[in-house]
């Protein structure tokens, strides 16, 4: 028995290596089918320990922190790239290229720790990157989260130093996403998918869901305010026939307004809100706070917050003047004001509603919201007949908004899911949401920024790979320019031409327009835009969220 503990003990140690999660990581990156995935990961998972599989089923879900954990690291590209070069001895120079060419800060930490170091033990405990990535989080300076990062790579193995840097990047590309996780976690615990992903969401944290799944201790779970909860999407509409085909014979329709999307979290006079990529807001829009905080019970409220002064809504360009903005003067609050259109209700007076019909959402959101100042509820109308969403659609547009949306009565909130209740039309121009890849500098009065963006769109919704499509030169203010050359240069991954041309990490996400689409052999996704323009940026989107080849494809069968 004592023999059979001490086996079972140096198991257990074995597994809460960084060296073994990352054997579990290329496991799961070698198959493409998400049953086998979810076996892989689920018998690696069973053998942690309480700690050690909180730790891992978070890092396998991409996350850092759990994600009602405020808390960033802050470690970008060029950290990276000069810890690795420290830690390894090659130059910054050595290292472009390469990164360029494996396309993942990960695969080049392997490759250049396997031809720096002679061979190394695995040393690194999960508990160490977590302690590891803390202290990054607390560290300041550039130099001092440098040094820190590249002392622990100098002695990591090249599979160590791989989910390191693929950890700080917050993105494992092992095709496998939270909802796998979750399923993982409930076949090998033996418990429904539905609870685990009940509890995932109501806790904000996928490694405590995972140990109450091994206790069986999934049910009696309550709602943990001031923690985002994913946003239910909508699926664009093809036409009016789409929307006839797909809702029930009456149907709800609101103005798909054009500003953010927005989750404001109120309780015990505490106010938060938070954006679509989940990061707090709050002291962005000041002047929310309090008639949220007037409201006369706890909420979780979605809505959008649109630039509005009075009752005319102002364009959007107006609202990305307070977006990204550490502070907000006086000056600013009065020249860009902003409401928050409430339009749904996900929680109220200690009740989880996500699984109520829109209809009974819908109605004890008119009891708490006000039809005017600050906080109004949206206006929804019911119809019967989508031949008569042509003018509502002309009124929208002609109250300052995108276009329409249009909502299943008896649909359930469904957090982060797109499906064919909640349907959007938008305006007739195509548009496209693409990551900017590569920027260069730009020519006259712009010759000072990083004005000239190559942007992509993914292969799928399930491969992250990135297609070029595209080039845009005009569309952003100087002032954005300027801030955006800023995180351009502390982003960049290789630079060409003295600087001119720099590839760039794909976080910034655009909105362009074009005449049309063609084939092209110039991209790698064999698609060019003809004529694109940026209609604006994107900053409440993530590039898991922009447009997909598939897309594009529809476009140019569409004409």
Not at 237 to 261: H, S, W, Y
């Amino acid at each position: 028995m004592d023999e059979e503990k001490s086996a079972k003990g140096k198991s257990l140690d074995a597994a809460a290596t960084l060296q073994a999660f990352g054997e579990c990581a290329e496991a799961v990156a070698a198959t493409t089918k998400k049953l086998q995935k979810a076996a892989i990961l689920g018998d690696y998972l069973k053998t942690l320990s309480d700690p050690d599989l909180t730790r891992a089923a978070r890092y396998f879900a991409g996350q850092q922190f759990a994600q009602n954990d405020a808390r960033t690291t802050n470690v970008g590209g060029s950290i990276i790239s000069a810890a690795l070069s420290e830690a390894t001895g090659f130059s910054p120079e050595d290292l472009y290229p390469r990164w360029v060419r494996l396309g993942d800060p990960g695969d080049l930490a392997e490759e250049i720790v396997k031809e720096a170091h002679k061979t190394r033990e695995p040393t690194i405990t999960l508990a160490e990157a977590e302690s590891l990535i803390s202290r990054l989080s607390e560290t300041r300076g550039i130099r001092n989260k440098t040094a820190l990062l590249a002392a622990v790579l100098h002695r990591a193995t090249p599979l160590e130093a791989k989910y390191l840097v693929k950890l700080l990047a917050s993105d494992l590309r092992i095709g496998l996403r939270e909802g796998l996780v979750e399923d993982a976690i409930a076949r090998v615990f033996g418990q429904s998918l539905a609870d685990v992903a009940y509890a995932n969401m109501l806790l904000g944290d996928i490694g405590e869901t995972a140990t109450r799944a091994r206790r069986a201790d999934l049910r009696d779970v309550s709602m943990r305010l001031f923690h985002p909860i994913k946003f239910m999407l909508a699926t664009p509409a093809a036409d009016l026939t789409d929307i006839a085909r797909t809702m029930p014979e009456e149907f709800l329709v609101e103005d798909k307004f054009d500003g953010i999307r927005a989750q404001a979290h109120v309780a015990n006079g505490r106010v938060a809100i938070y954006s679509r990529t989940m990061d707090e807001i709050t002291h962005r829009f000041p002047e929310l706070v309090d008639p949220l905080r007037s409201l006369p019970t706890d909420v979780i409220i979605d809505g959008e917050i649109v630039p509005a002064s009075d009752e005319a809504f102002l364009p959007f360009s107006e609202l990305q003047k307070r977006l990204g903005r550490k502070t907000v003067g006086t000056q600013l609050l009065q020249a860009v004001p902003v409401i928050l259109v409430a339009y749904d209700l996900l929680y109220a007076d200690g009740k989880i509603l996500i699984d109520e019909p829109l209809a009974e959402r819908r109605r004890i959101l008119e009891e708490l919201a006000p039809g005017s100042g600050p906080l109004r509820l949206s206006q929804g109308k019911i119809f019967t007949e989508a031949s008569l969403l042509d003018e509502e659609f002309d009124r929208a547009r002609a109250r300052g908004n995108e276009g329409l949306m249009i909502k299943s009565p008896s649909s359930l909130y469904k957090p982060g899911r797109r499906g064919r209740e909640w349907l959007k039309l938008k305006r007739a121009i195509a548009t496209l949401d693409v990551a900017v890849t590569a920027v260069e500098v730009g020519h006259g009065r712009r010759r000072h920024l990083l004005s000239d963006y190559t942007f992509a769109v993914r292969r799928s919704n399930e491969e992250e790979e990135l297609l070029n499509i595209g080039k845009a030169y005009s569309g952003l203010t100087d002032q954005e320019l300027l801030e955006l050359t800023e995180w351009f240069k502390a982003h960049t991954l290789q630079e060409f031409a003295h600087g001119r041309v720099r590839v760039v990490e794909p976080k910034i996400v655009i909105e362009v327009t074009f005449d049309r689409v063609q084939p092209s052999k110039r991209h790698n996704s064999g698609y060019a835009l003809r004529f694109p323009r940026i209609l604006r940026l994107r900053p409440d989107k993530t590039a898991r969220e922009i447009d997909t080849l598939e897309t594009v494809r529809r476009l140019v069968e569409g004409g």
